[in-house]
């Protein structure tokens, strides 16, 4: 796939020749599949394409619980309120599972806090959309988590050392939320009433074009794959991601009895795939650029939580001053 990327010429990445010494000793690595470490020589945009799609990736877990996080007061019984606050912390793990791996890059966390609560910095688009029902909370397991899964086991094994040993233990978490999701669906699908039935239907309508849109831009539209490809910070194209999702999705849905919304979906026997429908990409980037449903509530929480926190940190650093300078004395 990578070098059918670099075959279109869309995104040119530089040739062996054309790097230096370094560089070219670094890509030699990568193609072994020697982990990069921290410490190890890097190109600088090696890392700061690592920084980017890390604390993207880390901004997006955190981000991301606050559209199930306003389904915890209202879950319909005690033991999928217990599910829910599990997942939710797990996502908080995930973020700082995250920053941590990018701090490994030389990049503080205020940083990286501060990009995202300016604006600079993105955050996964599907993270901008309303939660109105509680069928909401299986398709954000279902979808979303299924996407993030699809989406993330490859990266257990990309080429930067801590960002691929982080995502061993987020795999393994997203699974159990994939299942909780979908699990969460079959009761209410299999063995609901006609209305929950309905409910889910109508959620799936809302969610399904915006999980597909969380692999990013079709190929021959994203800017950074053949080079990040190139050095193994992603394994597979978002195309090939987003068809896997697919493939995988459409008998699941079959399963509960919902009809995916895509008039254009159909079994292609030749290909072995499914076909699906045009993606609305005035949507996805409309979102990206801040003006999705939600964008400026979430970010607005973000903010204030951490203005909120802010007590917690000068309790946290005094304290660590205070144990610094008695172990001084001492
Ligand atoms: N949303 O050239 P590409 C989760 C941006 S975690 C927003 O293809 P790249 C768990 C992209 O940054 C979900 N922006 O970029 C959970 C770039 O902009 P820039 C997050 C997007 O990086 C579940 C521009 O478009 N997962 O769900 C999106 O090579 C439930 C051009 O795109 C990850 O972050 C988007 N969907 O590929 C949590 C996984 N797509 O920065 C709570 C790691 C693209 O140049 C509850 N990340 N953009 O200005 C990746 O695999 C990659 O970064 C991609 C994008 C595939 C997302």
């Known amino acids: 796939m990578y070098a059918q990327l670099v075959e279109t010429g869309v995104k040119s990445v530089r040739s062996t020749d054309q790097l230096t010494g370094d560089e070219q000793a670094f890509q030699q690595r990568i193609d072994e599949g020697i982990r990069i470490e921290p410490k190890d020589w890097m190109p600088e945009p090696y890392r700061k394409t690592l920084i980017r ?15 199930e996080g306003n389904w915890i007061t209202r879950a319909p019984t005690l033991k999928r309120k217990a599910i829910l606050l599990a997942k939710v912390q797990d996502e908080a793990g995930h973020g700082l599972y995250l920053y941590s791996a990018a701090e490994t890059l030389g990049v503080s966390r205020d940083e990286l806090v501060g990009d995202l609560h300016s604006g600079k910095a993105k955050y996964s688009s599907i993270f901008n959309y309303p939660t109105l029902t509680w069928a909401d909370i299986g398709m954000i397991g279902w979808l979303v988590d299924g996407s993030a899964i699809i989406n993330q086991i490859p990266l257990c094994r990309c080429s930067y050392g801590p960002y691929a040993r982080a995502m061993v233990r987020v795999c393994k978490e997203e699974s159990f939320h994939q299942r909780q999701g979908y699990d969460l669906l079959i009761q209410m699908c299999l063995h609901g009433t006609q209305a929950q039935k309905d409910m889910c239907q109508e959620a799936l309508n809302r969610w399904w074009w915006p999980a597909l849109m969380m692999f990013g831009p079709s190929d021959a539209d994203s800017p950074n794959s053949a080079q990040s490809m ?16 697919v493939d995988q999705t459409v008998p699941q849905a079959e399963y509960l009895g919902l009809k995916v919304p895509d008039p254009d979906l159909k079994w292609n026997k030749d290909q072995g795939h499914y076909d699906f429908g045009e993606i609305d990409w005035d949507e996805f980037y409309a979102v990206i650029k801040g003006n999705g449903p939600c964008n400026r509530e979430r970010l607005a929480a973000r903010v204030n939580a951490h203005k909120e926190g802010q007590w917690v940190r000068e309790a946290f650093s005094a304290y660590a001053n205070k144990h610094e300078s008695e172990q001084a004395v001492a």
């Open 230 to 245: 190139q050095w193994r910070i992603k394994l597979f194209s978002n195309d090939e991601l987003r068809q896997k999702m």
């Open 53 to 67: 799609q890390i604390s993207q990736h880390a901004h997006s877990e955190i981000v991301g619980m606050l559209p």
